[in-house]
């Protein structure tokens, strides 16, 4: 499975974006977004099922980000709200077969990256 990620910018605070995954065939996987700012690890974002039945997001973007899937279009999709600075971050998009994880070793592919810059 190979993975695209893209919809990254420079916004400003408050403004919205939306990240698009796109996968190179239909599955389904697991799907999450992840992000690393600079010298810091990568963190875990939202992550979705296969089927789209259930999802589950860090505390951070509870409430201000929403994943989600369009399985005709192999597409998932992270749609970014009221972002802050400290969103501030490139995006990557994962596929596992371990349901609702937020452990990124868990995630066997992934794309390759879009950067969102989020200026105050």
């Known amino acids: 499975v190979q993975l695209q990620a893209s919809g990254g910018g420079l916004v400003q605070a408050g403004d919205s974006l939306r990240l698009s995954c796109a996968a190179s065939?239909?599955?389904?996987?697991?799907m999450a977004w992840f992000r690393q700012a600079p010298g810091k690890e990568r963190e875990f974002v939202a992550v979705?099922?296969?089927?789209?039945?259930?999802?589950d997001y860090a505390d951070s973007v509870k409430g201000r980000f929403t994943i989600s899937r369009d399985n005709a279009q192999n597409t998932v999709y992270l749609q970014m709200n009221n972002l802050k600075p400290e969103d501030t971050a490139v995006y990557y998009c994962?596929?596992?077969?371990?349901?609702?994880?937020?452990?990124?070793?868990?995630?066997?592919?992934w794309g390759q990256g879009t950067l969102v810059t989020v200026s105050s």
């Open positions: 994962g596929a596992t077969v371990y349901g609702l994880t937020r452990h990124a070793t868990s995630y066997k592919y």
């Open positions: 979705i099922l296969g089927n789209g039945a259930g999802s």
């Open positions: 065939g239909r599955t389904l996987y697991s």
